[in-house]
């Protein structure tokens, strides 16, 4: 056993590894008196999956240590962001299925504290202004193996430090004229150390402080802080604020009273998917320049984009599971993804036929003008899920690529002289095949053999045949549009691109293709987010810009399962 797992009992008696974050949970228990986690998004964009791993990991954490969780939003920089992203962060992780109860902040909630730390710093001779640019700065950094050059306004006085940070607080400095700085180490071969901005000048109106604050704190300055002000006992971040770490301990040292609890952080890997864009900022070029129809396009890996395609919160959470966390960086197929949303539909989604490319079948010996009701079960899987009524009448419709005229030899679907049964119903023979004038294939003329009704318990009925289609009654049919979705980018790593290129080429053009359909009546009255399975097709979801009597499906996933075949 590696030295990151231990055995742990589980509740049900079963003995299950603990992984690298909940071994240093336990080791903290006796000396903390409640386990508390965060979710701290930034509100610039819509989150994606991989948000949606960090969302389970520490709610999951809290639950399994009956500790709290707090949704804290990071919103310090006004010029993006918007209240659009903080509902639609809270939206995903309620649809996730938690609960962050009273416990919702934001770190403009503590813009006065983080000030007057700031001022604090100043006194103690560790911050300073300065009148650099943002590209002086950077190139004043140096490299990780050459120092990097000190500021010439880093030996300022503290009065006079004091008096420029509370003008730039006044507003009377230009944005960009000057920034506040940590003084610490600009020779540190830890890069984030080298004398860091702290504040910054933003002439913008914040979505919940108004145009109170003209400064605004970085990022770095306000995350391990705001942490340390709720009382989070693990601050759980992905591994690229490893480097970051030192940077949040050295503010807290200068900071924080002796024996006061800080957040002890660590890091695991964030998650990255084939075939997917997981940059936030890439994500958002997709939507300005509109190649998606917006950060809900079921193309999309958000995660308002996976509950608009069909994915449910189980599947999700189900994932994300399976994934797992550890400390090294890989890549998930995408495949596990789509494995994870056929499980859980398998089980729980009702069965529809829906007919995408409709070749009519006349059942000659039919009477004309009758009808009857045919039975089918609702989901096989479930036992309990009862029948759904299908109509049945002498003219339908099946798959063009249910039919061949000229079929090879292993063709056990419907041909000259072949026999098939439709599903729910009768053994049909095709007997004759009609064309235009041009030679297209119009209509299929077939027999059936009356005793051959599925579920009818005569001996017919048994008989078997190899082929089995699905199929809608013309009469009955209801007409809907289904967007048929592939992946959006064609290559496995779409960021893996050559000097002089853009992921943007890697775009799939054949991503998403809108073709009518029929289906079965029995879903006349979906509502958008209901799910169901096109049998031998795939699984589909009414999309939102349904409406009365104009029904659009979007497909989930198909029902070819790779990943599964892989794990075998």
């Given at each position: 056993m590696s030295n990151t797992e231990v055995l742990h009992e589980a509740d049900d008696n079963e003995k299950k590894s603990l992984n690298f974050l909940e071994q240093i949970i336990e080791a903290d228990l006796p000396h903390v008196s409640k386990i508390i986690t965060r979710f701290p998004p930034e509100p610039n964009g819509y989150l994606h999956i991989g948000h949606a791993k960090s969302i389970?990991?520490?709610?999951?954490?809290?639950?399994?240590?009956?500790?709290?969780?707090?949704?804290?939003?990071?919103?310090?920089?006004?010029?993006?962001?918007?209240?659009?992203?903080?509902?639609?962060?809270?939206e995903d992780v309620r649809w996730l299925g938690f609960n962050w109860g009273t416990n919702e902040f934001y770190a403009s909630d503590y813009f006065q504290q983080l000030y007057d730390w700031a001022v604090l710093l100043i006194k103690k001779g560790n911050a300073y202004v300065c009148h650099m640019t943002a590209e002086e700065v950077s190139e004043s950094r140096g490299t990780p193996t050459v120092p990097g050059k000190e500021s010439p306004y880093r030996n300022r006085s503290v009065e006079e430090n004091l008096d420029l940070f509370a003008r730039m607080k006044n507003g009377e400095f230009k944005e960009g004229e000057c920034m506040l700085r940590a003084k610490i180490d600009m020779a540190s071969p830890n890069m984030h150390m080298r004398d860091p901005i702290m504040y910054r000048i933003r002439y913008a109106h914040h979505h919940k402080t108004g145009d109170a604050?003209?400064?605004?704190?970085?990022?770095?300055?306000?995350?391990?802080?705001?942490?340390?002000?709720?009382?989070?006992?693990?601050?759980?971040?992905?591994?690229?604020?490893?480097?970051?770490?030192?940077?949040?301990?050295?503010?807290?040292?200068?900071?924080?009273?002796?024996?006061q609890i800080r957040p002890k952080q660590r890091e695991f890997a964030r998650l990255n998917l084939t075939y997917t864009v997981m940059s936030k900022r890439k994500l958002l070029q997709l939507v300005e320049e509109k190649h998606v129809s917006g950060w809900d396009d079921p193309r999309m890996p958000t995660i308002s984009g996976l509950r608009r395609r069909g994915f449910t919160p189980e599947s999700v959470r189900n994932f994300a599971e399976k994934v797992g966390v550890s400390k090294r960086e890989n890549i998930i197929d995408v495949a596990l993804l789509e494995h994870c949303i056929r499980e859980d539909l398998n089980k729980t989604a009702p069965r529809v036929m829906a007919v995408l490319q409709p070749l009519k079948v006349v059942i000659t010996n039919y009477p004309e003008g009758k009808t009857e009701i045919l039975q089918g079960k609702i989901n096989p899987e479930d036992e309990q899920s009862g029948y759904r009524d299908i109509p049945f009448g002498r003219e339908l419709y099946i798959e063009q690529s249910d039919f061949m005229e000229d079929a090879p030899k292993k063709f056990f679907r419907l041909s000259p002289g072949n026999e098939v049964r439709l599903k729910y119903a009768y053994i049909i023979k095709c007997e004759n095949v009609i064309k235009d004038s041009q030679g297209n294939i119009t209509e299929i003329h077939c027999t059936y053999d009356p005793d051959t009704k599925s579920g009818s318990g005569t001996e017919a009925s048994q008989r078997k045949v190899k082929g089995t289609l699905h199929w809608v009654p013309v009469h009955a049919a209801l007409s809907a549009t289904v967007r048929l979705y592939d992946r959006l980018f064609m290559v496995e790593d779409p960021m893996d691109v050559a000097e002089g290129h853009d992921f943007l080429e890697h775009i799939n053009p054949h991503s998403l293709e809108e073709v009518p359909a029929l289906l079965e009546p029995s879903v006349a009255d979906a509502q958008a987010g209901f799910r169901c399975q096109f049998e031998r097709t795939g699984y589909f979801c009414v999309d939102k810009d349904s409406s009365n009597g104009s029904l659009i499906f979007n497909k989930t996933v198909g029902l070819k399962d790779s990943w599964a075949k892989i794990q075998k």
């Open positions: 389970c990991l520490n709610f999951g954490l809290a639950q399994q240590y009956g500790g709290q969780c707090n949704l804290r939003f990071d919103d310090t920089n006004p010029t993006k962001e918007d209240i659009e992203y903080v509902d639609s962060i809270k604050w003209c400064i605004y704190p970085m990022y770095d300055f306000a995350h391990g802080q705001s942490d340390f002000i709720e009382g989070i006992t693990h601050s759980i971040c992905t591994l690229e604020f490893e480097v970051h770490r030192p940077l949040y301990e050295w503010f807290l040292n200068h900071i924080a009273e002796p024996g």
